[in-house]
């Protein structure tokens, strides 16, 4: 039982670049998320997933794009890479009590 | 809105020492509360949680208490351990959300020394 996993871990990218990010969650969850974690800001939701095939904007979409491919799994992609989009990206999936997490992905953009 | 105030960290202990950590919220109704934990390098773990005013969350030592009256979930252990260091979130859940998302404060670096 893996729980969530993400890949890739660390990724750098130049600006104007473009890359997908991959998360997978194995405990038969509904709802997954997208986050990212910056300094001093907590986390902030990017996307969010209520069921597969439905999607919803959170607090910070601009820039991202997501797909629920399938129960399992919800990427989230980057179509024009910027600085600004340097961050740590998490991905989670829940229950009705539980939030569970993936390890990361760190993002540089340079 | 929902909402979810911390104190702001770092907060630098020494071994042994009393932990408070402070949360205040603002939500619609009456949230679920939680903390989260943040060790380096890693992604967050649940805490402890608190479903109902009154509650008390506890697990490995910490503690907190939903307090309605006072819109609060403060964190706090008595005596902290080096292996406590980490980064910890405060967060709440609106209980009308099928979705189960969650709001989360800005997070407390925590670092004890030996």
């Known amino acids: 039982n893996a729980g969530v996993t993400q890949t890739p871990k660390f990724q750098v990218l130049k600006t104007g670049q473009s890359m997908t990010l991959q998360c997978a969650q194995d405990m038969n969850h509904n709802s997954m998320y997208w986050y990212r974690q910056d300094p001093g800001m907590g986390l902030r939701l990017i996307y969010y997933s209520a069921s597969e095939g439905t999607t919803d904007k959170g607090e910070v979409p601009n820039g991202y794009n997501v797909s629920r491919l399938n129960k399992r799994e919800f990427s989230l992609r980057l179509e024009s890479a910027a600085p600004s989009q340097t961050s740590v990206y998490f991905c989670?999936?829940?229950?009705?009590?539980?939030?569970?997490f993936g390890p990361g992905t760190r993002l540089t953009v340079t | 809105g929902n909402s979810v105030t911390q104190m702001e960290g770092p907060v630098t202990l020494s071994e042994e020492a009393f932990l408070t950590i402070n949360c205040t919220y603002t939500?619609?109704?009456?949230?679920?509360l939680f903390w989260y934990v943040q060790y380096p390098g890693e992604g967050l773990q649940l805490l402890l949680k608190a479903t109902k005013a009154d509650d008390k969350g506890s697990n490995k030592g910490f503690e907190a208490t939903y307090r309605k009256e006072t819109t609060s979930f403060h964190l706090e252990k008595g005596s902290v351990q080096v292996s406590d260091s980490a980064v910890y979130f405060c967060a709440l859940r609106y209980r009308g959300s099928t979705l189960g998302r969650l709001y989360f404060g800005r997070g407390t670096q925590l670092t004890v020394w030996p």
């Open positions: 939500a619609t109704g009456y949230p679920s």
């Open positions: 989670a999936s829940s229950n009705s009590y539980e939030q569970y």
